[in-house]
DNA sequence: TTGAAAGCGCTAACAT
DNA sequence: ATGTTAGCGCTTTCAA
């Protein structure tokens, strides 16, 4: 079995390309994308479509983004990039969009605030067609689709996805309960995280609502801004 | 305290803001790029500045890029997103990039040979000017600058940046053996991380040169195609 | 001190 | 069946 040798070749043009073939830039760019409604012969594309290959060529995107005024690019903005957690969102917000033939431009804020407006601002500048917004943030409307998960507040224009928090609360506590637990902690979660309060607000209601009592030497309040299950360590006894 | 209003404007051009100032284009350009060596009145910078900033006028980097030929955009490559252990890599490659002005395109790839090569030509052809690819087995060079991280082979060009096994594998055995352990049990990581043999060869030398005996009762495989912890529950007894 | 013009690489409309 | 042209939004000579 002959090995494929390493390919490393100059990126060549559309119009190098076309001049190389004796044929005109329009004539490539229709056959490479088989493009309908233009009859050209066989041999013609044959041709043209070998010498791409042979030459390496790939197209410019980024030419072509600004030539079609479409970048197929969606920014995606998240607090953070090594947990657990938003990562996970991200991975299925990935999966989707490279799927959908999209690609997508990450940006981490750490939840500071000039940081989420600037970034926004950089990823529209950068050609994104829309904004995926995680745990993040967002204070006003964009010019183009947003798309808001676990927003932190209501927005003209920007859907917000959001957890039922009142079903998880319900999940939780029931199962607990069923197991035949009454002394039950809390953990909070950090505050800077849009969906901690609504889940502590649901959790002690639900909990009233069952009857479970919440002991306020029971509740720990999470504040390490990390991400990772250290977080926990601390108020579990394991430092 | 007055709310600032929603911000919504239409992103407008270089030439519109030029026209609406009665100015040429390569002005606006210069005075909002503050290029030096071009003397223009103090006035008329602040004439354009303030339109700027009343259009909210946000450069097409896109353009931008194309004229030259400068994206600052970097590829990145990594296995998966929803995973704790390459993701907290992306974390740190994407603070530098960040700091250093450039955005970063990724793209996951789940370890499948035909989208590690897909999507590193998509990369480039977004205008990516280097690659920086995770735990990914590249299989050639590229025209482009292109950092591994435990890269799977060494490829001509290729920086590929390791982890010390060998270190690795003394600390943690020194580590059990202080605390008095002798019956040590081993998971072995997943095949398709290009770090798994390494690691666990070097486990083996080491214990051997400590006299640590190894125990293939002891030996544990995690096969699981994921990167939660859950990867673990299974060969631990959770499950 | 400022403007006009060319051109990055591509595609769509309009010739031929 | 194919080529020519204009222009996406920008920057950079080169002129004025």
């Given at each position: 079995?002959?090995?494929k040798?390493?390919?490393?070749?100059?990126?060549?043009?559309l119009?190098k390309?076309a001049?190389?073939?004796?044929?005109s830039?329009?004539?490539?760019?229709?056959?490479l994308?088989?493009?309908?409604?233009?009859?050209?012969?066989?041999?013609?594309?044959?041709?043209i479509?070998?010498?791409a290959?042979?030459?390496?060529?790939?197209?410019?995107?980024?030419?072509?983004?600004?030539?079609?005024?479409?970048?197929?690019?969606i920014?995606?903005?998240?607090?953070?990039?090594?947990?657990?957690?938003?990562?996970?969102?991200?991975?299925?917000?990935?999966?989707?969009?490279?799927n959908?033939?999209?690609?997508?431009?990450?940006?981490?804020?750490?939840?500071?605030?000039?940081?989420?407006?600037?970034?926004?601002?950089?990823?529209?500048g950068?050609g994104?067609?829309?904004?995926?917004?995680i745990?993040?943030?967002?204070?006003?409307?964009?010019?183009?689709?947003?798309?808001?998960i676990?927003?932190?507040?209501?927005?003209?224009?920007?859907?917000n996805?959001?957890?039922?928090?009142?079903?998880?609360a319900?999940?939780?506590l029931?199962?607990?309960?069923?197991?035949?637990?009454?002394?039950?902690?809390?953990?909070?979660?950090?505050?800077?995280?849009?969906?901690?309060?609504?889940?502590?607000?649901?959790?002690?209601?639900?909990?009233?609502?069952?009857?479970?009592?919440?002991k306020?030497?029971?509740?720990?309040?999470?504040n390490?801004?990390?991400?990772?299950?250290?977080?926990?360590?601390?108020?579990?006894?394991?430092?």
């Amino acid at each position: 079995m002959k090995k494929k040798p390493p390919v490393a070749l100059e990126p060549s043009s559309l119009k190098k390309l076309a001049d190389y073939l004796g044929v005109s830039p329009a004539t490539v760019s229709v056959v490479l994308r088989d493009v309908p409604g233009r009859s050209i012969p066989q041999a013609t594309r044959d041709r043209i479509k070998a010498a791409a290959k042979k030459l390496n060529y790939q197209p410019s995107l980024l030419a072509r983004a600004l030539r079609n005024r479409r970048t197929s690019t969606i920014g995606v903005l998240v607090p953070e990039l090594g947990d657990g957690y938003h990562t996970q969102m991200m991975s299925g917000v990935g999966n989707q969009l490279m799927n959908a033939g999209y690609f997508y431009f990450t940006a981490h804020h750490r939840h500071r605030k000039n940081l989420i407006e600037e970034y926004s601002q950089m990823l529209l500048g950068r050609g994104a067609e829309a904004l995926i917004a995680i745990d993040s943030a967002l204070e006003h409307s964009f010019p183009v689709p947003v798309v808001a998960i676990a927003g932190h507040r209501p927005i003209e224009g920007v859907t917000n996805v959001l957890l039922n928090h009142r079903r998880a609360a319900e999940l939780t506590l029931t199962h607990l309960y069923s197991l035949g637990h009454r002394n039950i902690a809390f953990m909070r979660g950090q505050s800077f995280s849009s969906d901690s309060d609504e889940r502590w607000r649901n959790l002690v209601q639900v909990a009233r609502e069952m009857g479970i009592s919440v002991k306020s030497d029971l509740i720990v309040q999470l504040n390490l801004d990390m991400q990772s299950p250290e977080l926990g360590y601390p108020v579990v006894g394991f430092l």
